[in-house]
Every structure is written in C-alpha cells, then in structure tokens.
C-alpha cells in the first residue's frame, strides 16, 4: 500500500530503512523538516524497487532531503537533495537504483563527448509529479568508496538514447559524503540521473623563462580546478626533471641546459579515468653570465696595502663584490685594504639584464705590514 504522511505530520525514520517495495511514501508535510533520520551515515533512510519512490511537497526555496538508500546488494545511503526556485507548490519524487545502470537498459557506454565515464554503481531515479519550478539538485556519494565525480547527466534528454551532460555543476567534497549539485534544473521530462566523470578542461603551466643551466626551476599545474586524486604526467624539453619531483604531483623541477627554447609539457589525469588534452608551454632559457675578475696585487700584500679588483666578466650588467671582512662594493672596478692581516674570500656575484647569476670566489693571504723608521 501507498503510505501517507499528512501536512502536519513527520516521517522520523530514525536509524531504520524504510522498505516502500514498489509503492509510493508521500510526505505532504511542505516543512522541509518534516523528514527527519538520527544520524549522518547511519540513520534511516527511504529505500524502494521500481514503481516505489519517496514523494515530497514542496512550498519554500528551501533544501529538501531526500534520504534515499537501499540494503539491496551492497548497502548503501546515497541521498539526493532539491531546492526548488521559488516557493510555489511542487510535488518531486525520488529513488535510489542500487545498481548498474545497464541492468535496466540505460547503456553507460552512450553519453556526449563532454563526458569520458558514469558512475557504474548506481543512479537516480527523480521526478517532478506536480508544478513547474526549476530546483538545484544535489546527489550524495561517498567518495572512499564511489570514487570521485565531478559531473552529472541525465537520460535520453536532449539527444535520445543517451546520457546527457547536464552541463557545469559545483562539486564539494567532503566526509563523510560529497555531493554534486546542478543548479537551476528544470527538465524532468527523463526521470535517470546519474553522477559522471567530465573530461577536464586543459591545465595551466604556471611558471617563468629561466637561466641556462639553472637548477631545479619550479613549475606548476593549478591544481584547484581538479579533484583529489588527479595526478599529472609531465615531459620536458631543453631540459631533465631533478629528483625532486615527485611522480604524479603538481609541480615539476627542471634543471634547464643551454640557452635557446625549452618546453614543459603536462597532462591532468582525472581520478576516474578522464585525461586532458596535452598542454604545451615554450619558456625562453636566456644565457648566463661569466663571473671572472683578477686582483691586483694578488700576492705578497700587506695590511694597509691598496687591492684593486679588475673585473673580466662576460656579459655581465651589475656587479656585487664581497670582501670578506664585512665591506661590499657595487662598483664594476673597487679597490679595497685590508687592515688586518688573516685569509681572505672575495666573492663576486654578476647579474645580466635577464636577471641570470654567476659568481666567483677568490681567496688571497694578507700579512702584517712592514713598519717604515722615520729616525735614523
């Protein structure tokens, strides 16, 4: 029998399954509390075989639960959840079909090309019975044990024989249920809805022109437009991936070789199987400079003495020195004295007008002056 819930009544399934078979649970109650279950995951839920479903009034633009479920095969709590448009009265009716959608003739292998695969465990079954709002739809998975979706169809609507992506949705995943939601929907002309997996839209390269051979250059895909679990295949050109990437990961580290043209290639692989097309980004590798230089005198000097630096750097636009007793110079050709005797580094750091590196250190002894008599 068809069971009634009246419109000042609540269906409180608590933590059972409520079995309707093929018969109908109307909940004409337009509260969107008026059903209510005791738990997240394991509370009631509505479960029904083909002709069954639960019904429910609506009259606010308010999210409605749907609590669908089946102990069928594996036991599963996959509910659905609609906010109609406005708060005009609307009768939807919905079930879970705890199975493979082929075992009821909707063909998984048929679907657009926006689409690559259809979740092979079950879909929904959702129906407008009564006035002609749009709602936004959530369906309800589990993504441990699901997989991760990040689309939605619909059979037969609008091309025939077919699942239909229902074009762009918004995904959230979260424990202990993620869920797609589809706004705005309006046809129920086809009552099988399925979640899907969307063949992603190409990845970015984020990153920028490097030095020649420069070490462990970093760049990355934006992985926030995918799911978790997406992994990435990276190739590159002009250059060797370090052993710092790690396989699979968002990011590369090249160490480029000369100069001329590099390229970084990348493909996002989405958890279900949906793979990108490849993404191709050329980076110009711009030549280095040669840091060189001779100091003058380079030998037998003395505290007090005068040390003049002669630069003979390649290609080089600004210059860094460093002393090694705590003084540093700009200039392209400094002098410097040493006051006190000791071991001494000079480090010169050159930079070109690509911002490229090099640099050269120079070590030199420095002794105790000799003292001149001014008495004879």
């Known amino acids: 029998l068809d069971a009634i819930v009246d419109a000042s009544g609540t269906l409180a399934l608590n933590d059972r399954e409520l079995a309707t078979g093929s018969n109908d649970m109307f909940v004409k109650n337009t509260s969107p509390g008026a059903v209510t279950r005791s738990n997240v995951m394991t509370g009631g839920f509505v479960s029904s075989l083909p002709g069954g479903s639960l019904s429910r009034q609506t009259a606010a633009s308010q999210p409605y639960l749907f609590p669908t479920g089946s102990s069928l095969g594996t036991l599963r709590y996959r509910p659905l959840q609609l906010t109609p448009q406005t708060g005009a009265a609307n009768t939807y009716e919905a079930r879970l079909a705890n199975n493979d959608a082929n075992l009821d ?60 992506d229902m074009g762009a949705v918004t995904t959230t995943y979260a424990s202990p249920l993620s869920d797609v939601m589809k706004a705005g929907w309006a046809d129920f002309s086809n009552d099988q809805f399925i979640l899907s997996g969307k063949i992603p839209a190409p990845p970015q390269i984020l990153g920028s022109d490097a030095c020649a051979y420069s070490p462990g250059e970093v760049y990355y895909a934006d992985t926030a437009n995918y799911p978790p679990g997406t992994t990435y295949t990276w190739t590159v050109n002009g250059g060797t991936m370090s052993g710092t990437t790690l396989p699979d990961s968002g990011s590369v580290f090249v160490d480029w070789g000369s100069t001329g043209t590099g390229t970084v290639t990348l493909v996002a692989n989405s958890p279900f199987g949906c793979s990108t097309s490849v993404v191709i980004r050329f980076f110009q590798i711009f030549p280095q400079p040669v840091a060189d230089f001779t100091a003058s005198p380079a030998e037998d000097l003395f ?14 636009t600004s210059w860094m020195w460093y002393f090694g007793d705590g003084d540093s110079s700009s200039q392209q050709f400094p002098s410097h004295i040493y006051q006190t005797p000791g071991e001494y580094e000079i480090l010169l750091v050159v930079v070109n007008d690509n911002g490229c590196i090099d640099s050269m250190i120079f070590r030199l002894s420095v002794v105790e002056g000799n003292e001149i008599p001014n008495v004879f």
């Open 105 to 164: 003739g909707y063909n998984t292998a048929l679907f657009t090309p926006t689409l690559c695969t259809l979740n092979p465990w079950y879909y929904h079954r959702l129906n407008r019975t009564a006035g002609a709002d749009p709602a936004s739809i959530d369906i309800f998975f589990d993504q441990t044990a699901d997989g991760s979706w990040d689309g939605m169809a619909q059979w037969n609507t609008p091309i025939g024989t077919q699942w239909n």
């Open 303 to 316: 505290a007090g003495d005068i040390i003049r630096m002669l630069d003979e750097s390649t290609d080089a």
